[in-house]
């Protein structure tokens, strides 16, 4: 089998539960926008955002370092997994003893509506009582998904794909079940009056946003037992030496997740803390209307997961250069190709954050403006996470903790600067422009530390082409869907044609 159609195949099983669970997903978008108004959606979006970051400091970018000492350190796989998930473990407790004792003030400084409460008295769940119910929901859920990292990591370097996707299809059907529940299940069987009615009315708050929450920690609850195979694998033996290098390689790969994160999530914290009272409304706006880019971000992440052990595995092949000078190239075409196709259909896509009326649904849809930005910022950071091998596979982390910080600078300078003025236009910019830093700078500095014969060229026409005909389909034709279709048709005839021997050259390969 060709390298190119393995890593295809890899890439593929890890995307097909990647992208089925974040599709999944994205239908509750719909569910909660006729759920819930733009105000409350807001709670979500922020709580979410805290979430994601702090996700990171939990991990401490043992994931990567995992990967990276196995294949060092192939006569000691053992250790390198018991001195991972061990780190990882350490710093949960830690993370718990500095949060427990101050659940009340985290509740207080989360709650961007306590400012703006004379203005939301319409919106339920968001009393300090609400909060620290929320805060405590998602401490719960921050340990328990860090103590899942590792144990994934090692399903993934196995080479378990099925047991991975079966798992995370189980994690993603119970949230999305019990979301459903709570939303739709409950509120009929209380109406019809069924058998055990009473008890629902007894607890059931209508429009409690943190019943969400609580679905997510039940998915948590129980993706922790899946893994229990793999937690019991683990054995209280400890390499000391190894342990200090892994955290040496690994702080500089936190800082450099970290960052990446704040990029991803800032935005929205401070567009609740830096507009005045009623924000909530426009996070819960750009939140909603975010979630189109998900699609492009579904195919980076599955990408990620097939790519870094496979780039770890073949780093020792005397032509890895070229391997990953032709991963990039079709990487680049299928994520303009993709980006040319989310802008192309925003008309329909828009439908999927519709509200429970005529007003929120006009009222969500004034954020559309904010997708051309976003998704391409997830463009250039797809290129950027590809490029980012370099530093990764030549044990230079700090070049990651370097670039990222950049970004995560440009992201609050940026935002601090002009949201006050532009609400959520300008966190969309600010993030296509960090990760376009960002992507500038991995390469030049990765072509100076470690060079990769990149088709710097031909990346570059498939991208920028790409943006013209964003430009020319949402702002020109005004997001005409014949027009739009009709040039994605053209574009994607062109990538074809001068992509065809390449094509057919490893679909004959064995």
Same mark, same amino acid.
């Given at each position: ?67 990276? =000492?196995?294949?060092? $350190? ?33 509740? %207080?400084?989360? #709650? ?58 189980? #994690? ?18 209380? $109406?019809?009056? @069924? ?71 800032? %935005? ?17 706006? =750009? ?28 780093? !020792? ?21 993709? &980006?040319?196709? +989310?802008?192309?259909?925003? /008309? ?8 429970? %009326? ?36 030549? %044990? ?65 026409? =498939? ?14 034709? !005004?997001?005409?869907? &014949?027009?739009? /279709? ?6 994607? +005839? ?12 490893? @679909?004959?390969?064995?």
């Amino acid at each position: 089998m060709s390298t190119a159609k393995k890593f295809a195949g890899q890439t593929a099983v890890y995307g097909i539960s990647t992208i089925a669970g974040r599709v999944l997903t994205f239908f509750l978008t719909p569910v909660y926008t006729r759920a819930y108004t733009a105000g409350v959606y807001g709670i979500l979006t922020t709580m979410f955002s805290y979430v994601s970051i702090l996700n990171a400091v939990m991990a401490f970018g043992m994931e990567t370092t995992f990967f990276r =000492y196995l294949n060092k $350190h192939e006569d000691k796989k053992s250790q390198v997994y018991n001195n991972a998930f061990a780190s990882v473990f350490a710093v949960t407790i830690i993370f718990l003893l500095f949060t427990i004792p101050f659940i009340g003030n985290i509740a %207080d400084f989360v #709650n961007v509506s306590s400012a703006a409460k004379h203005h939301h008295s319409a919106i339920t769940g968001t009393g300090h009582s609400d909060f620290v119910t929320y805060v405590d929901y998602f401490l719960a859920i921050l340990v328990i998904d860090a103590w899942c990292v590792i144990p994934f990591a090692k399903i993934r370097a196995d080479g378990k794909p099925g047991r991975y996707s079966l798992i995370k299809t189980i #994690n993603i059907g119970i949230f999305i079940a019990l979301n459903l529940f709570f939303i739709w299940g409950v509120p009929f069987w209380v $109406h019809h009056r @069924l058998p055990g009615f009473g008890w629902f009315g007894q607890w059931y708050q209508r429009g409690w946003v943190g019943y969400v929450f609580l679905s997510n920690l039940v998915a948590s609850v129980v993706t922790l037992l899946l893994l229990l195979p793999e937690l019991l694998k683990l054995r209280f033996k400890f390499d000391g030496a190894m342990l200090m290098n892994m955290y040496s390689y690994s702080w500089p790969v936190l800082i450099a997740n970290l960052s990446y994160l704040v990029n991803e999530n800032l %935005d929205k914290l401070l567009l609740g803390k830096l507009l005045p009272p009623g924000s909530l409304t426009d996070v819960g706006i =750009y939140g909603a209307c975010a979630k189109i880019s998900l699609f492009l971000s579904i195919f980076i992440n599955a990408f990620r997961l097939g790519a870094e052990p496979f780039f770890f595995n073949h780093a !020792r092949n005397k032509n890895a250069g070229q391997t990953y000078a032709r991963i990039m190239n079709y990487f680049v075409i299928l994520v303009c190709i993709i &980006f040319v196709g +989310l802008i192309a259909n925003i /008309d329909i896509l828009k439908y999927f954050i519709k509200g429970h %009326d005529a007003k929120q649904t006009a009222l969500y849809w004034t954020g559309l403006p904010v997708i051309p930005p976003l998704v391409f910022g997830y463009v250039a950071l797809g290129v950027y996470m590809n490029l980012s091998v370099w530093y990764k596979l030549s %044990d230079q982390t700090k070049y990651g903790l370097y670039i990222s910080g950049v970004g995560a600078i440009l992201t609050i300078v940026l935002n601090v600067a002009f949201i006050p003025a532009y609400s959520y236009m300008a966190s969309a910019w600010t993030s296509l422009i960090a990760y376009t830093v960002m992507m500038i700078l991995s390469y030049i500095w990765g072509q100076k530390n470690y060079p990769i014969p990149y088709d710097l060229k031909k990346n570059l026409a =498939y991208i920028i082409s790409s943006i013209l005909i964003v430009f020319l389909s949402f702002y020109i034709f !005004r997001h005409n869907i &014949f027009v739009g /279709d009709a040039l994605l048709f053209v574009y994607v +005839l062109a990538a074809y044609y001068f992509e065809r021997k390449d094509i057919k050259a490893i @679909l004959s390969r064995q």
